[in-house]
């Protein structure tokens, strides 16, 4: 086992050797333009590029027609919400999101409100789910598009996106939901789904980094963006700009292995990650899982430690690789957006760590990040004078902390 152990695979994974084999080729000899029509080069790239969005459409039960590559997620999350804004401004301009979304659809609501677009930012449950009846409750004469999340990148939460889809079509809605933390661990398919556009990132599923695509529906309905990038008039218009071909042949393969290994994976993943829980849980008392038991990623587990300060756990489990609850922006400590939106007090949000389990993780290395989180929470809260009151009953809530004068 080497040292540092990776448990962060929520933000990032690393290639999958298959992947790059598969890449390699066309760094060196086939460096082709896809866009080159007149000789092999060009034909060769276009093949492999064809190629791929075989393999990603075979993933999302889509049509290779359906994919437009991007640049990653952030940009797919931009053309299609901003896209859809635009093209269908004379139809109405209300949108429907969620709190607890990632960082690229809450900014980009929030440019198109200053352009006039009205948002409604629904309220997820206690466990980061948004209901369906919320969305229904939501929708207004002048809803053009509902924005939400298949699973959540801090907390692991799988939303109803079956069921949110069926009301989006029911009301002649558009339904976009951001795929990047869904796509090649859960099973996905957006005719069965009722998914109108969806976004995924190869870097999340053991691809190269800075390369995704968008799914964009054709048929019932034919969903129309205006384009956020022009030029050249690539990728049916929607999207500009020459194509990374050894990127989007490592996006390709790593969703054709995906979707070839997706119900081992899930079983594998969903075992380590109940290990390791169970692991900590028998060892520590007042252990807080925040996200939803029963309708979650398979890699994911996001606990809290109460009357733990997480950087300080995160400083004593620093060979382990993982995500606190709380991010380090401009000297503040903010505790993380999603488990605010969830109502997780900042006692919580802050001693909460997000442990991400994949493809090249092994028991050993749970085992081992299992041994260091419980010594570091066991010597931590031997200094807590709060864990010492809560031992004994009280309740924390109820004591009068000013000083009598």
């Not at 690393?14 to 890449?23: F, H, S, T």
């Not at 950087?311 to 505790?335: F, K, N, R």
């Not at 066991?378 to 109820?398: F, K, N, T, V, W």
């Amino acid at each position: 086992m080497n040292l540092p152990i990776y448990l962060d695979y929520q933000a990032t994974t690393p290639v999958d050797p298959r992947v790059l084999e598969a890449m390699m080729p066309f760094f060196t000899n086939a460096f082709g333009n896809a866009a080159s029509r007149n000789h092999s080069f060009g034909w060769s790239a276009e093949g492999a590029v064809q190629q791929a969005r075989e393999d990603i459409a075979s993933l999302i039960g889509a049509s290779p027609k359906e994919i437009v590559f991007t640049s990653g997620s952030t940009e797919g999350i931009n053309l299609a919400i901003k896209g859809v804004a635009e093209m269908y401004a004379s139809k109405g301009k209300h949108i429907i999101t969620s709190q607890a979304e990632h960082k690229a659809v809450l900014d980009t609501c929030k440019h198109l409100e200053k352009l006039g677009h009205p948002v409604t930012y629904l309220v997820p449950d206690s466990t980061g789910r948004i209901s369906v009846e919320a969305v229904a409750e939501a929708m207004r004469e002048d809803t053009v598009l509902v924005t939400v999340m298949w699973a959540n990148n801090e907390v692991g939460t799988l939303n109803p996106i079956r069921e949110i889809g069926a009301l989006c079509h029911e009301k002649g809605v558009l339904f976009f939901t951001d795929g990047t933390q869904a796509c090649g661990k859960v099973p996905v398919d957006v005719e069965a789904d009722n998914v109108d556009l969806m976004c995924l990132s190869a870097h999340k599923i053991y691809g190269p980094k800075g390369v995704g695509c968008l799914y964009v529906r054709r048929r019932k309905p034919r969903v129309r963006l205006v384009a956020q990038i022009d030029g050249g008039g690539h990728e049916r218009g929607m999207r500009s700009g020459t194509l990374n071909v050894p990127g989007i042949v490592g996006l390709g393969k790593a969703c054709a292995i995906c979707r070839d290994e997706l119900d081992e994976s899930m079983q594998r993943l969903g075992s380590l990650r109940d290990h390791l829980e169970a692991r900590i849980t028998s060892e520590l008392d007042f252990v807080h899982l925040n996200g939803n038991k029963e309708h979650r990623l398979p890699g994911n587990s996001n606990l809290s430690f109460p009357y733990v300060e997480g950087e300080s756990l995160l400083m004593g489990i620093s060979d382990i690789a993982v995500s606190s609850g709380s991010a380090c922006t401009s000297a503040s400590l903010e505790p993380s957006h999603v488990l605010r939106s969830m109502q997780v007090g900042d006692d919580l949000a802050h001693s909460s760590i997000r442990f991400g389990i994949g493809r090249f993780t092994t028991k050993e290395e749970v085992d081992y990040a299992a041994d260091k989180v419980i010594e570091a929470v066991r010597r931590l809260r031997a200094m807590s004078p709060l864990y010492e009151m809560a031992q004994e009953g009280i309740d924390l809530a109820s004591v009068n902390w000013q000083a009598e004068h």
